[in-house]
Nanobody, 121 residues
Framework: QVQLVESGGGLVQPGGSLRLSCAAS????????MGWYRQAPGKERELVAS???????DYVDSVKGRFTISRDNSKNTVYLQMNILQPEDTAVYYC???????????????WGQGTQVTVSS
């Protein structure tokens, strides 16, 4: 089983910055893909950024140039540095990872509990 613990959300003024963290723990062989989704009120959950184990990243167009995703494989942790935040970035942010089980074969996916990010003056 994999447990995900998120931290770093909060209230920030427009133009400000926040850094989200998501640490994976439990019994697994390896954490593979890691990503961040967000869901604003009345909207569908969308993929914000993702990173492979090898470090290849991808971003939704609306955050390119403002957000940076990174990971520390030794800590099984993924980060999302969010700069120049705007009110439209307000949402609950969810960490998402895929893992390989202790049998080194089975694959599974996991969601974090979500952390609120509010951008408002």
């Amino acid at each position: 089983q994999v447990q995900l613990v998120e931290s770093g959300g909060g209230l920030v003024q427009p133009g400000g910055s926040l850094r989200l963290s998501c640490a994976a723990s439990g019994r697994f062989f390896r954490i593979n893909y890691m990503g961040w989704y967000r869901q604003a009120p009345g909207k569908e959950r969308e993929l914000v950024a993702s990173i492979t184990r090898g470090g290849t990243t991808d971003y939704v167009d609306s955050v390119k140039g403002r957000f940076t995703i990174s990971r520390d494989n030794s800590k099984n942790t993924v980060y999302l540095q969010m700069n120049i935040l705007q009110p439209e970035d307000t949402a609950v942010y969810y960490c998402y990872v895929t893992s390989t089980g202790i049998d080194a074969v089975s694959l599974s996916y996991h969601w974090g509990q979500g952390t609120q990010v509010t951008v408002s003056s």
